[in-house]
Structure formats: structure tokens, C-alpha cells
């Protein structure tokens, strides 16, 4: 039922949560208590993210655990695939920092 977990793609996640929220990655490594390095790897899928870790930032961002695994819509879907790949994840994220910088 389970794979193996993509941390890239959790890490991609929580990037993407962070910028909708518009919070700096300095200012959500204060909130978890972690330095910024450690938070851009978990970012870039580098370093695996502890649940103690997914939990603070699940309540920081006011979402789900399983938000940040991309399984939200698909619970009862054993096959479930997401519908972006890891390319069009990072493109969304430039966009993002496009339209942020605009403001």
C-alpha cells in the first residue's frame, strides 16, 4: 500500500507551502527550532524530515500530514500517482518567486 517516501517531493511540498504563506525560510527554521541549512535540505530532499518536524510545520501551515506527501485527494486510491512530476513541481515553485518578487 505504502512506498517508499520521495522526500524530494515532501521537500518541494513544504517549499510550497512556505511561499503561499509568504514566510521566509529563516523565519520557519526559528518557528521549528532548526537552523536554515538544515531546513533548505529538508527542502531539496537532502535530509530526511522527521515526523516530530512534519507535525510542528502541519501546525504552523494549518494543513495535514498527508498534505505534505501529496495524498490528500487520494486516500482510498491505492495507485495513487501525483499528477505533477518533480520538473513541473520546481517550475510552479520559479513561478511562484516570480510573481512574489512583482509584488
Known amino acids: ?15 510550497m507551502f ?7 525560510q529563516m523565519e520557519l527554521a526559528r518557528l521549528l ?7 533548505s535540505n529538508i527542502e531539496k530532499g537532502r535530509v530526511q524530515i522527521s515526523l516530530r518536524l512534519l507535525v510542528k510545520m502541519a501546525n504552523i501551515f494549518n494543513c495535514r500530514l498527508d498534505d505534505f506527501f501529496g495524498m490528500s ?9 501525483s499528477s505533477f512530476s518533480e520538473e513541473d513541481m520546481a517550475l510552479i515553485m520559479k513561478l511562484l ?3 512574489r518578487k512583482k509584488k
Open 1 to 15: 500500500m505504502y512506498s517508499e517516501i520521495n522526500f524530494t517531493k515532501v521537500g518541494i511540498n513544504i517549499k
Open 18 to 24: 512556505r511561499a503561499a504563506r509568504h514566510i521566509k
Open 33 to 39: 527550532g532548526i537552523s536554515q541549512t538544515h531546513l
Open 73 to 81: 485527494e487520494c486516500l482510498s486510491e491505492p495507485e495513487y500517482e
Open 97 to 99: 518567486q516570480m510573481m
